[in-house]
């Protein structure tokens, strides 16, 4: 049981490249969201999904998508990076009621 | 849509201390509430959490209270020792929507 896996853990991007960060989870949950985590303002919700097929948009998605056609794997898309979106990505997954399980993080700089 | 505030932003403590963090939400709705812990360079962890049928819970020398009339709830510390030194998260959800995050505390137990 791996729980939550991230990849890649460090990238370094030029601005107006695209790339997807990956998220998988082996726990069958229903739940999978994307935060951002930048200095002094916690933790920001991009994107979120309540199972495969659907997703919605979070508190700060512009910039940003995702897709979930499966259970287990949740990619985060960025679709010209920008160096504002210079960033610690973590992908986390629950069940309903219960707390999220984190990813070990990608971070993520764009020059 | 929720919104969850958090206090203080930092909190200074002797070793044997005790430990207060404060979060209001906005949402009557909200019915389960994490506490997340993330030490420097690594996930966000789950620490402990209550959900709104209960006012009190306790783990060894955590416990997180609830007044869902002041829709407040608080994470308590007691005995603090330097590896409780961490930033700390509260969140809040109605356990189908998303999990909203406070911007987290700053916790320095000094020896």
């Known amino acids: 049981n791996a729980g939550v896996t991230q990849t890649p853990k460090f990238q370094v991007l030029k601005t107006g490249q695209s790339m997807t960060l990956q998220c998988a989870q082996d726990?069958?949950?229903?739940?999978m969201s994307w935060y951002r985590q930048d200095p002094g303002m916690g933790l920001r919700l991009i994107h979120y999904?309540?199972?495969?097929?659907?997703?919605d948009q979070g508190e700060v998605p512009n910039g940003y998508n995702v897709s979930r056609s499966t259970t287990e794997d949740f990619p985060l898309r960025l679709l010209s990076a920008a160096p504002s979106q210079t960033s610690v990505y973590f992908c986390?997954?629950?069940?309903?009621?219960?707390?999220?399980?984190f990813g070990s993080g990608t971070r993520l700089t764009v020059v | 849509g929720e919104n969850v505030e958090q206090h203080p932003s930092t909190l200074s403590v002797q070793e044997g201390d005790s430990a207060v963090i404060k979060c209001t939400y906005s949402?009557?709705?909200?019915?389960?509430f994490p506490w997340y812990k993330q030490e420097l360079g690594k996930r966000p962890q789950l620490i402990i959490d209550?959900?709104?049928?209960?006012g009190e819970k306790k783990d060894q020398r955590i416990a997180v209270t609830l007044n869902k009339t002041a829709k407040h709830f608080s994470l308590h510390i007691t005995e603090t020792q330097p590896e409780d030194s961490a930033v700390y998260f509260c969140?809040?959800?109605?356990?189908?929507?998303?999990?909203?995050f406070g911007t987290g505390t700053r916790l320095l137990v000094s020896p």
């Open positions: 986390a997954s629950r069940m309903a009621s219960l707390g999220y399980t």
């Open positions: 726990m069958n949950h229903e739940y």
């Open positions: 999904s309540v199972g495969a097929g659907i997703t």
């Open positions: 949402d009557s709705a909200s019915n389960y």
């Open positions: 209550i959900r709104s049928n209960v």
């Open positions: 969140a809040a959800t109605t356990g189908f929507q998303k999990l909203v």
